[in-house]
T-cell receptor
Framework: DAGVIQSPRHEVTEMGQEVTLRCKPISGHDYLFWYRQTMMRGLELLIYFNNNVPIDDSGMPEDRFSAKMPNASFSTLKIQPSEPRDSAVYFC?????????????FGPGTRLTVT | TQLLEQSPQFLSIQEGENLTVYCNSSSVFSSLQWYRQEPGEGPVLLVTVVTGGEVKKLKRLTFQFGDARKDSSLHITAAQPGDTGLYLCAGANQGGKLIFGQGTELSVKP
């Protein structure tokens, strides 16, 4: 398996623009997670899906952020409008189940820079 | 809010030295994991500990889960340059969500 695939790997955009990050989870994994990593706050869970349904979006910073999972093999994280403080590395991860001892498989991340 | 505090935040040592990284919380976790992250990549799972007091070894790495399941440690014996990276602990709450520590940036110089 190719692992979790994310695109783009790098994104540079200007403040106010819309940004869309994409993720393809590992086939057969029922859970998909979106994380944000910064030096100040570390790795934070933004939202996760189970069987394409959003289960917990309590980590989404504000209404400018939205995430969708239209099918089992694709998810997007959208920021509209983007702000400089959104600059971070965004990771997508997938897992076959959620519970004690579950392993999350992370993608390579998208480094977002908002100027 | 469950929090995990890792220490030290940064560690720079010479090849061959031993080191210990700590992960502490005031909360109880159902399990605790250690991940390693290299520059430009996502974290990769090293180990999961589930039982209080559990010790697991992975070659030169020894992981321990505290008796009360609130803390954990990672000990590396005879560190090598290939051990360089960001080490993250992550606790699973009852719902299974992972709470990550801030990470320990390890640099092992030859």
């Amino acid at each position: 398996d190719a692992g979790v695939i994310q695109s783009p790997r790098h994104e540079v955009t200007e403040m106010g623009q819309e940004v869309t990050l994409r993720c393809k989870p590992i086939s057969g994994h029922d859970y998909l997670f979106w994380y944000r990593q910064t030096m100040m706050r570390g790795l934070e869970l933004l939202i996760y899906f189970n069987n394409n349904v959003p289960i917990d979006d309590s980590g989404m910073p504000e209404d400018r952020f939205s995430a969708k999972m239209p099918n089992a093999s694709f998810s997007t994280l959208k920021i509209q409008p983007s702000e400089p403080r959104d600059s971070a590395v965004y990771f997508c991860a997938s897992s076959p189940f959620l519970g004690q001892g579950h392993e999350q498989y992370f993608g390579p991340g998208t480094r977002l820079t908002v100027t | 809010t469950q929090l995990l505090e890792q220490s030290p935040q940064f560690l720079s040592i010479q090849e061959g030295e031993n080191l210990t990284v700590y992960c502490n919380s005031s909360s109880v976790f159902s399990s605790l994991q250690w991940y390693r992250q290299e520059p430009g990549e996502g974290p990769v799972l090293l180990v999961t500990v589930v039982t209080g007091g559990e010790v697991k070894k992975l070659k030169r790495l020894t992981f321990q889960f505290g008796d009360a399941r609130k803390d954990s440690s990672l000990h590396i014996t005879a560190a090598q340059p290939g051990d360089t990276g960001l080490y993250l602990c992550a606790g699973a709450n009852q719902g299974g969500k992972l709470i990550f520590g801030q990470g320990t940036e390890l640099s092992v110089k030859p």
